[in-house]
């Protein structure tokens, strides 16, 4: 109860990321770095990752625009969704969001749009040019981490467990809120990515669940993350703590609505592994997991949100289940 005060208060602890200079450091240092992100909060800050500030300011204006309109109309739109980016599937609590998702295999609905010009750039935008940079800095990070000892890929899982251009792409608004924190703009949830790649601006509202002694230590707090003008923001996702066999953890994160007379948005991509790649444990490596391919993993997660209106994710497919004491 304390921690949701501060929360709606705005007086949570933030949390000081690890900062990743994505082209200056060598590759030897950023695996060392990237891997002791993993391995402590899963979450980080990269600086140089090369993406034109023009192309987000650019992309954040479109997305504006469109969501914008009336409400009758740009429920129209490809790829709309408010309470929840679960799109057809009925959630047990909707989020005060709205927003915009492309899928990668997505094709052009401008036809189908109500205002076929706005969305028609809009996805040009998404998928010609800012796709392109988040599978690419994605790719980095990843190739960064595979060689590393808790992963230690060979090169048929390098080219599996990251599907090259599979990543889906979601605009979120988070509308101001009154009275100011009586609602999440999103849930505590973990992305069922490999890795996420998250592009905000300065409102502020993200926070991440921090626990103490490791990824299921018994004493947990949520922190304030602060943002950063001109960075991004990387957390990891289910696939890669799965993949490393719970070296590297999935991080547990909310979103808090913005105060009356502001509006939050950030823009997200999810790289995911191929539909077919099975993902097995290191084989140096303690078995956490039993194998299970990513097409498993998404249908189970579809159908326990069906069946309960919640997500249970990796849970599913634990070998052992040790309580939170004596892990």
Same mark, same amino acid.
């Not at 009925?90 to 998702?101: A, I, M, Q, T």
């Not at 289910?238 to 993949?243: C, G, L, Y």
């Given at each position: 109860?304390?921690?949701?005060?501060?929360?709606?208060?705005?007086?949570?602890?933030?949390?000081?990321?690890?900062?990743?200079?994505?082209?200056?450091?060598?590759?030897?240092?950023?695996?060392?770095?990237?891997?002791?992100?993993?391995?402590?909060?899963?979450?980080?800050?990269?600086?140089?990752?090369?993406? !034109?500030?023009?192309?987000?300011?650019?992309?954040?204006?479109? =997305?504006?625009?469109?969501?914008?309109?009336?409400?009758?109309?740009? #429920?129209?739109? !490809?790829?709309?969704?408010?309470?929840? %980016?679960?799109?057809?599937?009925?959630?047990?609590?909707?989020?005060?969001?709205?927003?915009?998702?492309?899928?990668?295999?997505?094709?052009?609905?401008?036809?189908?749009?109500?205002?076929?010009?706005?969305?028609?750039?809009?996805?040009?935008?998404?998928?010609?040019?800012?796709? #392109?940079?988040?599978?690419?800095? &994605?790719?980095?990070?990843?190739?960064?981490?595979?060689?590393?000892?808790?992963?230690?890929?060979? #090169?048929?899982?390098?080219?599996?467990?990251?599907?090259?251009?599979?990543?889906?792409?979601?605009?979120?608004?988070?509308?101001?809120?009154? !009275?100011?924190?009586?609602?999440?703009?999103?849930?505590?949830? =973990?992305?069922?990515?490999?890795?996420?790649?998250?592009?905000?601006?300065?409102?502020?509202?993200?926070?991440?669940?921090?626990?103490?002694?490791?990824?299921?230590?018994?004493?947990?707090?949520?922190?304030?993350?602060?943002?950063?003008?001109?960075?991004?923001?990387?957390?990891?996702?289910?696939?890669?703590?799965?993949?490393?066999?719970?070296?590297?953890?999935?991080?547990?994160?909310?979103?808090?609505?913005? %105060?009356?007379?502001?509006?939050?948005?950030?823009?997200?991509?999810?790289?995911?592994?191929?539909?077919?790649?099975?993902?097995?444990?290191?084989?140096?490596?303690?078995?956490?997991?039993?194998?299970?391919?990513?097409?498993?993993?998404?249908?189970?997660?579809? &159908?326990?949100?069906?069946?309960?209106?919640?997500?249970?994710?990796?849970?599913?497919?634990?070998?052992?289940?040790?309580? !939170?004491? =004596?892990?």
């Amino acid at each position: 109860m304390e921690q949701q005060a501060a929360a709606r208060e705005g007086k949570l602890e933030e949390l000081e990321l690890p900062t990743l200079d994505l082209e200056h450091e060598s590759s030897s240092s950023l695996t060392e770095q990237l891997a002791a992100a993993c391995r402590d909060a899963g979450v980080f800050r990269l600086v140089n990752h090369g993406v !034109p500030g023009d192309l987000t300011a650019r992309l954040f204006r479109l =997305t504006r625009q469109l969501l914008d309109m009336d409400p009758a109309e740009k #429920a129209k739109l !490809p790829g709309y969704f408010w309470g929840t %980016p679960a799109l057809s599937l009925r959630v047990k609590e909707l989020n005060w969001v709205e927003g915009l998702h492309v899928a990668p295999d997505a094709h052009d609905a401008s036809g189908d749009s109500p205002d076929g010009g706005a969305y028609s750039a809009f996805r040009q935008v998404v998928t010609a040019e800012y796709v #392109a940079h988040m599978a690419r800095i &994605a790719r980095k990070l990843f190739d960064a981490l595979a060689g590393g000892e808790e992963l230690a890929l060979d #090169a048929a899982q390098r080219a599996s467990y990251l599907e090259e251009h599979g990543g889906t792409f979601r605009a979120y608004r988070y509308p101001a809120c009154d !009275p100011a924190g009586q609602h999440l703009g999103m849930e505590p949830h =973990t992305d069922s990515s490999v890795l996420s790649i998250l592009n905000m601006d300065l409102v502020g509202g993200l926070q991440v669940l921090r626990r103490d002694g490791g990824a299921d230590g018994p004493i947990s707090r949520w922190c304030a993350v602060r943002p950063v003008e001109g960075t991004l923001v990387v957390n990891l996702g289910d696939m890669m703590q799965a993949m490393s066999g719970d070296a590297y953890r999935s991080v547990e994160h909310r979103v808090v609505a913005p %105060p009356t007379g502001t509006e939050r948005m950030s823009l997200c991509y999810f790289a995911f592994p191929q539909d077919d790649a099975v993902i097995v444990p290191n084989p140096g490596k303690e078995e956490r997991y039993r194998a299970f391919s990513y097409r498993e993993f998404r249908e189970q997660v579809q &159908a326990d949100i069906k069946a309960t209106g919640a997500k249970v994710g990796l849970a599913r497919f634990r070998i052992q289940y040790p309580s !939170p004491a =004596t892990q």
